[in-house]
C-alpha cells in the first residue's frame, strides 16, 4: 500500500512528485465501485482512517462521476505530495471552537479538506434543522477538492447552502497587476425534487452553482495553450495590458481577469475577509502563494432549511417555474436551451453509472502510479 | 404637496411621467438636510404615513450622499409614478406570514420596496442577535432602490449581512439571446472599525459589496451612448454577435452581457430560485417585463453576528489585514491602488457632508418639478 510520510522511500517520493497530470485528451472507462475501492486504499495508505478514507474515496470517486475531472483522482497525486510533505495531516479530525446559538467556529488542524469541510457542512445543517439556519465557519484548514461537493451534500439532504473558500493569492485586484485576491470558489445550492407524473415528490434533482471567481483557472489556461486554441471570451490582459483570449499571454503576464471585472474582484475580496473573520482564520493575503505549501485556508458552510417554511413539493414548483422560464429562452443554437448550474453535472452522473466513469488516461496512468509505488513498498 | 394617486390631476400625472432624467453632466451641491427634508415633504404627498416617509426620505438622501446617483432623487419621478398607477401601495406595510427559529417569511404587500427591505433586514439582526444568524425572506415587494442601503444598514450595526433581490427579466441567459435572467443586485457587507491610533475601536468602517449581475446596466449603457463614449471592457453582444464596447450596439440587440458570461449567468440564476423559494413568492420569470409595473420581487435579508464569536477588534483586525494587502498591490496607475467595495462610498460621503451632496441638475430639476407640481394642486 502508498505508505504514510515518514515511510515513503526517496524512489517513491520521485514518482509522487513526477506524477503531474499532463493531458493528451484520450480518456477511459472506470466502473465506479471499482474507482471508489481503488481510491480507498490509496487514502489509507497514505495514513487516513479507515472509515475516513471510504468518506474521501467516495467524495473523489463522485468529483470524477459528476465530470469535474481537474478535481478528482487527477488531484490525488498532489494530495499524496502535502501529505508526503507533512503540509496536511491525514490524522487530523476538525474540531469546534467556539459557538452562539445557530453559528460555529471550528477548526481543521490542517487534516485533508474534503473531510473537514464535509463534516463543516453536516454540522451546518444539524444547526439549520434546529434553528432553520446554521453556520459552520473553518478555519486552519486545507484544500476542500471540488467546491460543489458540500452543495450537492446539502441539497441531496433538503437544505438550501452557500459555501465558499478563500486560497492563495492567484489573482490580480482590478486596478492592480500583482495577485493579491484569490480565486475563491463559492457554491450555492438549492434542493429540489423533479415533479412526479401522478403529483407529488419524484426524485432529487438539486440546482447547485459551482463557481471561482477567475474567469479561468491556470490549470484551464494551460490546458488551451496545450491544444494550441483560443479561449472562448477574454481571460485576462496581454503585455500590452489588452484584453486576450491567448491564454499563453495571460500566463505570462500572470494578469488573469476576474469575472465581470471590478464586480469579480469586489467578491471575492468580501468572500475572502468575511470567512476569514467568522473563521477567526487566515485570509489570502496570510496564504503563501505556493501550491506546494496550498494549506491554512478559511471556509463557511451556510445551511438554510426551506422546509421550515413550506413542503419540499410547493418549494420544488417555484424551482420548476423557474427552470422552464430559463430552457424557454430563445437558445443562441437551434435545440441547445440554456442550462441552469447542476443541470450537465447530473446528465454525466447518469452516464457515468451506466456506463462507467470516464477518466483521462494521463490522470489514470498517474493515479496507478501512486498505488504500485506503495505495492512496491508494502 | 404631491398628492396620492387617487387626487392627482391628469397635466400633473403627465408632469411625473415626463420626469425621466436626462443627464448633460452639470451638477449642483444641495446640504444633506435640506435634501432629506424637501424628499421627506414629496413622499408624504405620495401619501406615505410621517414615520415611515421620514425614513424613506433618510434612506433615499443617504443614497445620493453615497454618490449612487442612479437610485437617489434620480428615482423618485419613478416612484411616484408607480404610486399615481396604483402598481405601489405607499400604505401598504411589511408582515410576517411564517417562521421558524432564525428564519421567516415576509410579504412586502406591493409598499414602498426600500421601507420593506429596511424592515426586513431589520428583522434579520434581531433573530441575528438571538441566534447567531437571522433570515428574512420577502415576498411581493417593491423595487428596493439602492440595494447597498440594506448592507449599510447591517454593517454599522455590527452585522455582517446578505441580501438580494429578484427583478424583472433583463438580461439574457449563457447560451441564449432572449432576457430570462434579472440582473439580481447581490449585497454582501461586512462591520469593521478602523484600529485608532490608542488601540481599541475607531470608527465604524464598513466593507459593502453592491453589485448588480450584468456587467452593465440598461441605464448606464444609454449613458455611454448619450455621451459617444466606448464602455471601459465589452458588455454585450453587437448585430454580428461579437462582443462589443458600443453600447449603441448593445441596446439594439438586447444582449447584455452577465458578469462572467456563463458565471455571472448561473449565479442570476440560483439567487433569484433561492430568493423566490424562501419568500414563497415570485421568481423572475413570473414578473412582467414592464419597468413601469415592476413589482412582486422576492428578497432575501441574512443578518450574521460575527460579535457572537470574537471582539469587534479581533475581528477588525483580520478585515485590517486583508485591506493592507489590497492597498499593497501594484497599481496599473501609480499612486492609485485597488479599492476595497465601499471604500469609495466612505470618502464621497464624507465629501458631501462637508461641501453638500452632488446631484445632477437633470435630476434635480425633475424632483422640482414633482415638488411644484405638489403645490399647485395643494
Same mark, same amino acid.
Given at each position: ?15 509522487? +512528485? ?37 468518506? =474521501? ?5 463522485? #468529483? ?10 487527477a ?6 505530495? !502535502? ?10 479530525? /476538525? ?48 484544500? !476542500?477538492?471540488?467546491?460543489?461537493? @458540500?452543495? !450537492? ?10 459555501? !465558499? ?7 490580480? /485586484? ?43 483557472? @491556470? ?6 495553450r ?5 479561449? /472562448?471570451? /477574454?481571460?485576462? @490582459? ?15 503576464t ?25 473563521? =477567526?482564520?487566515?485570509? #489570502? ?25 413550506? #413542503? ?7 424551482a ?5 422560464g ?9 435545440? +441547445? ?9 447530473l ?20 493515479f496507478?502510479?501512486?498505488?504500485s ?6
Open positions: 500500500m502508498v505508505r504514510a510520510p515518514e515511510s515513503v522511500s526517496p524512489m517513491c517520493r520521485r514518482t509522487i +512528485k513526477a506524477a503531474r497530470v499532463r493531458s493528451n485528451g484520450s480518456m477511459r472507462r472506470v466502473a465506479f465501485a471499482e474507482l471508489q475501492g481503488r481510491i480507498e486504499r490509496v487514502l489509507l495508505g497514505l495514513g487516513v482512517a479507515p472509515e475516513r478514507a471510504a468518506l =474521501g474515496a467516495r467524495l473523489t470517486a463522485e #468529483t470524477d462521476r459528476d465530470g469535474v475531472r481537474t478535481h478528482g483522482i488531484r490525488l497525486p498532489r494530495f499524496a505530495q !502535502w501529505v508526503r510533505d507533512g503540509v496536511v495531516d491525514p490524522r487530523a479530525e /476538525p474540531e469546534r471552537v467556539a459557538g452562539f446559538g445557530a453559528i460555529e467556529r471550528w477548526t481543521g488542524h490542517r487534516g485533508p479538506g474534503n473531510l473537514a469541510a464535509y463534516a463543516a457542512m453536516q454540522r451546518a445543517m444539524e444547526l439549520a434543522g434546529e434553528h432553520g439556519l446554521g453556520c459552520v465557519a473553518l478555519a486552519d484548514t486545507a484544500h !476542500w477538492m471540488r467546491a460543489g461537493t @458540500y452543495g !450537492w451534500q446539502a441539497a441531496e439532504a433538503r437544505f438550501a447552502a452557500m459555501c !465558499w473558500t478563500n486560497t492563495l493569492p492567484n489573482l490580480p /485586484p482590478w486596478g492592480a497587476s500583482s495577485a493579491a485576491l484569490g480565486n475563491n470558489p463559492l457554491v450555492v445550492a438549492i434542493p429540489r425534487r423533479a415533479i412526479a407524473q401522478s403529483g407529488g415528490e419524484g426524485e432529487s434533482a438539486p440546482i447547485v452553482l459551482d463557481m471561482a471567481m477567475s474567469q479561468f483557472s @491556470y490549470g484551464t489556461l494551460a490546458s488551451y496545450e491544444r494550441g486554441e483560443a479561449l /472562448p471570451v /477574454p481571460g485576462g @490582459y496581454d503585455e500590452q495590458g489588452v484584453l486576450t483570449t491567448d491564454a499563453a499571454a495571460i500566463e505570462r500572470q494578469r488573469a481577469l476576474p469575472i465581470g471585472f471590478w464586480k469579480g474582484s469586489g467578491l471575492s475580496f468580501v468572500l475572502d475577509v468575511l470567512a476569514a473573520m467568522l473563521a =477567526g482564520g487566515l485570509a #489570502t493575503h496570510d496564504l503563501l502563494p505556493d501550491p506546494a505549501k496550498e494549506v491554512g485556508q478559511s471556509q463557511v458552510f451556510l445551511a438554510i432549511a426551506p422546509t421550515a417554511l413550506g #413542503t419540499m413539493e410547493e418549494l420544488s414548483r417555484i420548476q417555474g423557474a427552470i422552464d430559463l430552457h424557454a429562452a430563445t437558445p443562441l443554437q437551434a435545440g +441547445k436551451p440554456a442550462r441552469y448550474p447542476g443541470e450537465g453535472a446528465r454525466t452522473r447518469e452516464e457515468s453509472l451506466r456506463l462507467g466513469v470516464a477518466v483521462e488516461d494521463a490522470a489514470w496512468e498517474a496507478v502510479r501512486l498505488e509505488c506503495a505495492d512496491g513498498e508494502s
